[in-house]
């Protein structure tokens, strides 16, 4: 009796797809809804230096200040005559929110001031100066 050899027909092998593409989909959701938290003054400024400062976690109404003297709130050019209201408006969304003032470094001393005294009649009692933090190699400015 002859005995017949069983061969199997190769299997058709593939890698399945689908959780790798829900696992990137998820990942780009989460990127897209915590992008839309991220708060930010609205333009680019050169902040001074400062050797002391310090990160403030929790601050989220942010007014940037360039060194032309534009405003910015919340990605919007704000005249500083509207600052006040506008910074109002904020506080009232967000009540134990400080205000931190992103100043350009080579913005008017006059215009901060006026800036921080607006928060201030906003009712806003934390306001605080942004300042990049100062380099270990750095000195003082003052060269011997």
């Keep these: 009796m002859r005995m017949r050899r069983h061969t199997a027909q190769p299997e058709d092998v593939h890698i399945d797809l689908a959780p790798m593409l829900d696992f990137f989909l ?18 680019k400024v050169h902040r001074p230096s ?3 400062a310090t990160k403030v976690d929790n601050a989220s109404i942010f007014v940037a200040i360039s060194a032309g003297g534009d405003i910015y709130v919340d ?3 704000v005249d500083v005559r509207l600052l006040r209201t506008t910074l109002e408006r904020l506080r009232a969304q967000k009540p134990q929110a ?3 003032i992103q100043a350009d470094r080579d913005a008017h001393a006059g215009l901060v001031v006026e800036a921080m005294d607006q928060a201030r009649l906003a009712g806003v009692q934390d306001v605080a100066i942004a300042a990049a933090p100062a380099s270990a190699n750095a000195g003082s400015g003052n060269a011997p």
């Design 98 to 100: 400080p205000v931190v």
């Design 50 to 52: 400062a050797k002391t």
């Design 75 to 77: 990605r919007q050019h």
């Design 26 to 43: 998820n990942l780009l959701i989460f990127f897209i809804i915590s992008a839309a938290f991220v708060s930010e003054a609205g333009i």
